[in-house]
């Protein structure tokens, strides 16, 4: 090949993919996860009452360790204060959506608001990650 001849990979176009766009869904997807065993470690804890009942006590624990896990994956790409609201959010309100259904709970409307409210939190801290702004760094000399 000439030097007048391009290769045909230097005109190929490529599809933006979250690898080369910039946007991270693999650290978010961890944080999901984290975010649905949380939910699971909430339960099984109220289900456990105070660690007496064995099953429910022992959901505890695995939840607690995969919650943990997934959580620490994310937080390798995503900032601390970010990645904890957004895991504490999904918890909190998993955890108040699911009481009802397995606990003698009640999801009142104003507690369906404040969740509500959570969740659009939630939703605005991921699309304010979405767009970082750092500042600079000095040079230092």
Known sequence: M???????????????????????????????????FEIGYALSVAGSAGFTVLAWSASAIVFFLLTLFFLSVALKAIDVGIGY??????????AALLGPVFFDEVLTPLRAF????????????????????????????
């Open 85 to 94: 609201a957004v895991w504490a959010g999904i918890g909190a309100v998993g």
């Open 114 to 141: 404040w969740l509500a409210v959570i969740i659009g939190g939630v939703v605005w801290l991921k699309l304010s990650d979405s767009v970082k702004v750092r500042n600079p760094r000095p040079a230092t000399a």
């Open 2 to 36: 000439n030097a007048t001849t391009a290769s045909p990979a230097a005109h190929a176009s490529v599809a933006p993919t979250p690898a080369n766009t910039g946007k991270k869904a693999g650290p978010w997807l961890m944080l999901l996860l984290a975010g649905v």
